[in-house]
């Protein structure tokens, strides 16, 4: 069996796994925006808004995560694409500070912002050429995940007077 064969095995053994996960990933997200139009649905504590920004938080710097890793490990995959490693590794660190200094700013502008900088590490992985190593079903799917988000960012942000 050749390397793109096993490449292409592996791939799909994992799809419906990072589906799964992937998608998953988007019930706190969805849920927070929904109880900030009708709070009847809230059951924390903590205010929907801010536990909003702070799953953004952690989910931002989960993906600033990946793209720092892979920066490290991106020369080692040989392919006719030459990935931007040294822009990965740059853009993780800076995204993953961004999305944290995102909760110390008034709710209205955070909200915004992080929206911006989950389009933001999508296009991270456009820009640096790291794209062209996904499979197309996965590229797919991020793009779909990074609409869906901004989009939820927003409407959570027009419920903020």
Known sequence: MTQE?????????????????????????IYF?????VPSLHVFELDPVSLFRIYSAIILSFLAGTLWSFGLVAGLVQKQ??????????????????????????????LFVAAMLFLT???VEQKTELSRYYPMWYAN?????????AIAHIVIWLTIS
């Open 5 to 29: 064969a096993k490449g292409e095995m592996i791939n799909d053994n994992l799809k419906s796994t990072v589906y799964m996960f992937s998608f998953s990933g988007l019930i706190p997200f």
């Open 33 to 37: 925006a929904l109880t900030a139009w």
């Open 81 to 110: 694409v030459e990935i931007r490693t040294r822009s990965l590794i740059w853009s993780g660190i800076l995204l993953s500070l961004l999305a944290w200094g995102n909760l110390f700013i008034s709710a209205r502008a955070a």
């Open 121 to 123: 590490v999508w296009q």
């Open 141 to 149: 799917m991020r793009a779909r995940l990074s609409m869906i988000v």
